[in-house]
């Protein structure tokens, strides 16, 4: 019933940009918190950064002042634009809402199914 689409991943060089978009779609009634996650080889998975409903953001100390978190709610998006990037941000990024379906009393957790960042040196 809902479906996270994400893209804008690759490949780029140490001190290079990109930005990571996610697109939720499906029978939604509202969206609260959206964030981003990430997954390094041998890692556990770690919240990147969070923007809430009312755009209130926090970020990971390691990407704080490198990357910024935001949201298009009129397209029920949520973008990760990624600065000055670092070999140590090589990972799978992941995106998560949570989402009120309608017809549905609570809201839950949904997953995109993960975009590659791979920073090279």
């Known amino acids: 019933q809902v479906q996270l689409v994400e893209s804008g991943g690759g490949l780029v060089q140490a001190g290079g940009s990109l930005r990571l978009s996610c697109a939720a779609s499906?029978?939604?009634?509202?969206?609260?918190?959206m964030s981003w996650y990430r997954q390094a080889p041998g890692k556990q998975r770690e919240l990147v950064a969070a923007?809430?409903?009312?755009?209130?953001?926090n970020y990971v100390d390691s990407v704080k002042d490198r990357f910024t978190i935001f949201r298009d709610n009129a397209k029920k998006t949520v973008y990760l634009q990624m600065n000055s990037l670092k070999p140590e941000d090589t990972a799978v990024y992941y995106c998560?809402?949570?989402?009120?379906?309608?017809?549905?009393?609570?809201?839950?957790?949904?997953w995109g199914e993960g975009t590659q960042v791979t920073v090279s040196s």
């Open positions: 499906g029978n939604i009634y509202t969206i609260n918190d």
């Open positions: 998560n809402a949570n989402i009120r379906l309608y017809g549905r009393g609570s809201p839950a957790d949904y």
């Open positions: 923007i809430t409903g009312g755009l209130r953001t």
